[in-house]
């Protein structure tokens, strides 16, 4: 079982950076490939960022590419996601995810537990 809580969340002006972090409880997390998506209001959860267990491979989605950065520390159980540049449509709540199993990482349904979200907002 992995409980997972996300922060660092909040308003931006746009072209401004903020850095999420992910603690994830339980002594299985480097097992763990971790997930980022975010949801907007309106639409879908979407795929942002996924990292393997031991950062060694992260994969982006286009949109974030250059401007996003996923990390983790397995010493302290974190993951995080460095967010410069950010635009408008960057807003959404953003979660964290973790997933045991499978190669798949960008679709909700491979990740096994949820963290909470956390709101982003980018003002124009």
């Known amino acids: 079982q992995v409980q997972l809580v996300e922060s660092g969340g909040g308003l931006v002006q746009a072209g401004g950076s903020l850095r999420l972090s992910c603690a994830a409880s339980?002594?299985?997390?480097?097992?763990?490939?971790m997930g980022w998506f975010r949801q907007a209001p309106g639409k879908e959860r979407e795929f942002v960022v996924a990292?393997?267990?031991?950062?060694?491979?992260?994969y982006y989605t286009d949109s974030v590419k250059g401007r996003f950065t996923v990390s983790r520390d397995n010493s302290k159980n974190m993951v995080y996601l460095q967010m410069n540049s950010l635009n408008p449509e960057d807003s959404a709540v953003y979660y964290c995810?973790?997933?045991?199993?499978?190669?798949?990482?960008?679709?909700?349904?491979?990740?096994?537990?949820w963290g909470q979200g956390t709101q982003v907002t980018v003002s124009s």
């Open positions: 995810a973790a997933k045991s199993k499978g190669r798949s990482a960008r679709w909700t349904s491979d990740y096994d537990y």
């Open positions: 990292i393997s267990w031991n950062g060694g491979s992260t």
């Open positions: 339980g002594r299985t997390f480097s097992s763990y490939t």
